[in-house]
T-cell receptor
């Protein structure tokens, strides 16, 4: 019940395409859903995050769509660029009180390649 | 944005020795830090939660006597891999929770190779 399932495992798109990465969870107590981008040999960097009180959040070219009833959320990358080629991880956590100090449960990761 | 550093970035050691990895939050105070382990082409696996001034909380299957965690100040947590063996070779990543931004920030990771 603590798992977060991420798909696809890998994804190849052409420059300008819109890759979509999906995640699903079981635990309804999760209330914070971040997406991280990781380049080889580096630590993950927070891209964008959402809480269950909204169905969509957009920051720059990155959009999270959230479906609370289906317990699914996805990342869309608009106008993808070769520099977006990286591994993307979704995650979920439960708040402790009013802050999200809860530990992150990560998805399996998606390796994205954007071809020029 | 918030910055979290790790030192060293790479370490190679002989089997049986101990290695200490430092995680620092450079521009904010972090009461809670986390330590992760990542194998090649795999996801991050949470090892333990480090709380300033108290004992760390370890995840199931993680040996607390092998992976010693000390969170002595609001900006520093250390992970010591004791009596390291080749199977401990991995990428170790820490994260720190920033109360002001309500966000976890990750360090750049430490590549440990045990010969």
């Amino acid at each position: 019940q603590q798992q977060v399932k991420q798909s696809p495992q890998s994804l190849i798109v052409q420059k300008g395409g819109i890759p979509i990465i999906n995640c699903a969870y079981e635990n309804t107590a999760f209330d914070y859903f971040p997406w991280y981008q990781q380049f080889p040999g580096k630590g993950p960097a927070l891209l964008i995050a959402i809480r269950p009180d909204v169905s969509e959040k957009k920051e720059g070219r990155f959009t999270i769509s959230f479906n609370k009833s289906a317990k699914q959320f996805s990342l869309h990358i608009m106008d993808s660029q070769p520099g977006d080629s990286a591994t993307y991880f979704c995650a979920a956590s439960m708040s402790e009180g009013s802050s999200n100090t809860g530990k992150l449960i990560f998805g399996q990761g998606t390796t994205l390649q954007v071809k020029p | 944005g918030a910055v979290v550093s790790q030192h060293p970035s790479r370490v190679i050691c002989k089997s049986g020795t101990s290695v200490k990895i430092e995680c620092r939050s450079l521009d904010f105070q972090a009461t809670t830090m986390f330590w992760y382990r990542q194998f090649p082409k795999k996801s991050l696996m949470l090892m333990a939660t480090s709380n300033e001034g108290s004992k760390a909380t370890y995840e199931q299957g993680v040996e607390k006597d092998k992976f010693l965690i000390n969170h002595a100040s609001l900006t520093l947590s250390t992970l010591t891999v004791t009596s390291a063996h080749p199977e401990d070779s991995s990428f170790y990543i820490c994260s720190a929770y920033n109360d002001r931004t309500d966000t976890q920030y990750f360090g750049p990771g430490t590549r440990l190779t045990v010969l």
